[in-house]
C-alpha cells in the first residue's frame, strides 16, 4: 500500500498547476514542471481499450466504464497533443532507476500528511473513472511484464494513461487538486529538478512542459461531474466487519503506537528488488482495487483523511481513528474476491520474501506483536466470511465462458 500510495504522489500534482498564471518559461520553472510530468508518465501506460474491442476480454468492470473512460472529447485530443510534445522527452527518461522508488530527504511523517490530501483528492474523484484509470495501467504493467521490461510505453499508451489521469482529476473541484499540488512541491527537494534536467534534452523538455500547460487548460476547461452508486457491502456485513475492526484496534493499539513511524525506512525501496518485481507487485494492488465497491472505497479513504489529520508528531493515530481505518479496509476487502486479496499477498511475500525486512521490523517494535497478530487473524476471519461467495464467481467465470463467443458476434 505504500507503493501504491507513492505512485498516486508521483502521478497526480502536476495538473494543479494554475492556468493562465505562468510567466515566461524559465529553466528553473521548466525543470520543476518537468519532474511532474516524469512523475506523472510513470513506469507503464496502459493501451486505450477501443483498440483491444474485437480481441480481449473485457471485465464487466470495464465494460461499466468504456464508454465515459475513452470518448473522443477534448481531454483525449489534448492528451494526443501532449503525447506528441512530450514523447521525445519520455524515451529519454531512465525508468529503471531507483531513484523513482524513493524520495530524496524524504520525512515520513510530512509526506504522511501531503498523501493524506492525495487521499482526500482520490476520494473525490469519479470512482468508475477512477477504476478505468487502474485498468489501463494494468494493461500497460502487464505487457511491459511480458517482456520484463521497465520503461516507456508506445504512444498509443501515453496517449491514453495521459486522458485517463486527466478525467480523473477533471471529476474533482479545481480546490482538491491545488492542495494535492501545494503539498507536493512543498516537500520536493529543490536540487531534484536540476538532476533531471540534466538527465534529458533541453529542448524535449521545454517543449514537453509547454504541452503539459496546454493539457492542464484543457482539463480544467472540461469538469465532469462525479457519478455516486450505493454500497455493496450489506448492513449486517458492515456492521460485523465494525465490530471486529473494534476489537482489532483494542488488541493492537499498544503494538500500533510502538512504532517508529518516522523511520526512513518507509521512504525506501526494498533492497535487492528491482523496479520491475516491485512494479509487478504493485500491479496485484491495483486491480484488486479495479474490482473494490466504489462507495466503500470512499468510506475507506474519509477514515484515511481524517486519521492522518488527527494524528501526533509521531504519526500514530488515535484509536477511535485507528478502528476507523481498519473498518474501513475490511470493507473494500470485502467486498472482492478471494483469489484477487490472495493474489496481492502472495506477490507482496515474493517482494519482501528474503530482504529480511520483518525480522528488522518486528525486532524494533515495542509493543505486543504476537497479540496484534492474533488479533489481525481473527478480523481477517471476519472479512473473509463477509466476501462473495466462490460458488457465485464460478458461475459467473462459467456464464462468460459460455457467452463471450456470443457477445463479440453483437454489433454493439
Not at 514542471?33 to 480481449?56: D, E, I, K, N, Q
Not at 491495483?286 to 466504489?294: S, T
Not at 489529520?309 to 470493507?331: C, F, H, P, R, S
Not at 505486543?368 to 460458488?391: H, I, S, W
Amino acid at each position: 500500500l505504500k507503493l501504491a500510495a507513492r505512485d498516486v504522489v508521483q502521478r497526480l500534482p502536476l495538473l494543479g498547476h494554475k492556468c493562465g498564471t505562468m510567466p515566461a518559461v524559465r529553466r528553473g520553472n521548466v525543470v520543476i514542471g518537468l519532474v511532474l510530468l516524469v512523475l506523472m508518465g510513470g513506469r507503464c501506460f496502459a493501451p486505450p481499450y477501443a483498440s483491444h474491442a474485437g480481441t480481449t476480454r473485457k471485465s464487466p468492470g470495464r465494460a461499466r466504464v468504456s464508454l465515459r473512460a475513452t470518448q473522443k472529447d477534448a481531454i483525449q485530443e489534448a492528451a494526443a497533443e501532449l503525447t506528441k510534445a512530450s514523447y521525445p522527452f519520455m524515451q529519454q527518461v531512465d525508468w529503471g532507476n531507483d531513484l523513482y522508488w524513493t524520495v530524496p530527504g524524504a520525512d515520513p511523517i510530512r509526506w504522511a500528511r501531503a498523501i493524506g490530501k492525495i487521499i482526500d483528492h482520490g476520494a473525490a474523484m469519479d470512482m468508475e473513472l477512477v477504476k478505468a484509470g487502474c485498468m489501463a495501467h494494468h494493461d500497460g504493467i502487464k505487457e511491459l511484464s511480458s517482456t520484463n521490461a521497465v520503461g516507456a510505453c508506445s504512444a498509443e499508451k501515453l496517449t491514453d494513461i495521459y486522458a485517463t489521469i486527466g478525467r480523473m482529476i477533471a471529476s474533482v473541484p479545481e480546490s482538491k487538486t491545488m492542495d494535492v499540488y501545494n503539498a507536493v512541491t512543498a516537500l520536493v527537494d529543490k536540487r531534484v529538478p536540476a538532476y533531471l534536467m540534466s538527465s534529458v534534452n533541453e529542448a524535449d523538455a521545454k517543449a514537453a512542459y509547454s504541452a503539459l500547460i496546454k493539457f492542464t487548460e484543457v482539463v480544467k476547461a472540461n469538469p465532469i461531474t462525479p457519478s455516486t452508486a450505493p454500497s455493496t457491502v450489506s448492513s449486517d456485513k458492515s456492521k460485523a466487519i465494525e465490530a471486529a475492526a473494534d476489537k482489532l484496534a483494542s488488541t493492537s493499539y499498544d503494538f500500533i503506537q510502538g512504532i517508529d513511524w518516522s523511520d526512513e525506512l518507509y521512504g525506501k525501496t526494498l533492497p535487492g528488488r528491482t523496479a520491475g518485481q516491485t512494479l509487478k507487485a504493485v500491479d496485484s494492488m491495483i486491480m484488486m482495487g479495479a474490482k473494490m465497491d466504489g462507495a466503500a472505497l470512499k468510506e475507506a479513504a474519509k477514515a484515511h483523511v481524517t486519521a492522518i489529520e488527527n494524528m501526533d508528531a509521531k504519526g500514530v493515530l488515535t484509536q477511535e481513528d485507528y478502528k476507523a481505518t481498519l473498518a474501513g479496509i475490511g470493507k473494500t476487502v470485502a467486498s472482492v474476491d478471494r483469489e484477487s486479496v490472495m493474489n496481492v499477498y502472495d506477490e507482496m511475500a515474493k517482494l519482501v520474501g528474503t530482504t529480511g525486512l520483518p525480522g528488522y521490523v518486528f525486532q524494533r517494535q515495542q509493543g505486543n506483536a504476537f497479540e496484534a497478530y492474533r488479533g489481525l487473524m481473527e478480523f481477517k476471519d471476519t472479512v473473509r466470511d463477509c466476501q462473495p461467495k466462490k460458488v457465485i464467481s464460478d458461475a459467473a467465470a462459467e456464464l462468460a465462458k459460455a457467452s463471450y463467443p456470443f457477445m463479440k458476434q453483437v454489433d454493439w
